[in-house]
């Protein structure tokens, strides 16, 4: 149990555009799931703190108006690159917490061109 | 801030030889340990994980590791490394207790590459 899936798995967007990742918690319920970016061969950086029916909590100097985040519902949690650039190419991960325990998803790669 | 450190970045072993990967946090009070792996082009997959009680953890494929609430460490280690255990290894920990919020600390990560 306890499975967390990423839509999409690779995205490739123009300069400008906005892309939505989708995370779900397959066979339960999360109040609370995470954000992470993943820079190649190096260590995962939390991004924001998805928290159903609440505004998200963003770490400090990530835009929170460039990364939107959605926790609509218990099994939902989605991410909006808004006018994405290069230079937000990056492998995004989300997780959800199951009691004490977070659980990831297989991430999604975005390579903005 | 909390912090978590990994002292090897990079650990190059031949097969059958012993495994032992630092990990140090920086805390004073209750935490909970975990130990993440990721394989190329995979997803993180949990190794294993300490709350409390014994603090010798055994996770899978043959992985353990001990905490020693003294040293503030969480070493991983196994006896006999293969190829299949190319990786990147990431420890994290999570504030215990009433802090708990649920959030990783996560360190820098160590690349395993394992010589066939």
């Known amino acids: 149990g306890a499975v967390v899936s990423q839509h999409p798995s690779r995205v490739i967007c123009k300069s400008g555009t906005s892309v939505k990742i989708e995370c779900r918690s397959l066979?339960?319920?999360?109040?609370?799931m995470f954000w992470y970016r993943q820079f190649p061969k190096q260590s995962l950086m939390l991004m924001a703190t998805?928290?159903?029916?609440?505004?998200?909590?963003?770490e400090q100097g990530v835009e929170k108006d460039k990364f939107l985040i959605n926790h609509a519902s218990l099994t939902l949690s989605t991410l909006t690159v808004t006018s994405a650039h290069p230079e937000d190419s990056s492998f995004y991960i989300c997780?959800?917490?199951?009691?004490?325990?977070?659980?990831f998803g297989p991430g999604t790669r975005l390579t903005v061109t | 801030a909390q912090s978590v450190s990994q002292h090897n970045h990079h650990v190059i072993l031949s097969e059958a030889a012993s495994l032992e990967l630092g990990c140090n946090y920086s805390?004073?009070?209750?935490?909970?340990l975990f130990w993440y792996v990721q394989y190329p082009g995979q997803h993180l997959q949990l190794l294993l994980k300490?709350?409390?009680?014994?603090?010798l953890v055994k996770g899978i494929k043959g992985f353990e590791a001990e905490f020693i609430k003294s040293k503030f460490s969480f070493n991983l280690r196994k006896p006999s490394v293969q190829w299949s255990d190319t990786a990147e290894y990431f420890c994290?920990?999570?504030?215990?207790?009433?802090?708990?919020?649920?959030?990783?600390?996560f360190g820098q990560g160590t690349t395993l590459q394992v010589k066939p």
């Open positions: 805390y004073g009070g209750t935490v909970n």
């Open positions: 300490y709350f409390s009680g014994d603090p």
């Open positions: 998805s928290n159903e029916g609440s505004k998200a909590t963003y």
């Open positions: 066979d339960f319920q999360a109040t609370t």
């Open positions: 994290a920990v999570t504030l215990g207790g009433s802090s708990n919020t649920g959030k990783l600390i």
């Open positions: 997780s959800a917490l199951r009691v004490h325990e977070q659980y």
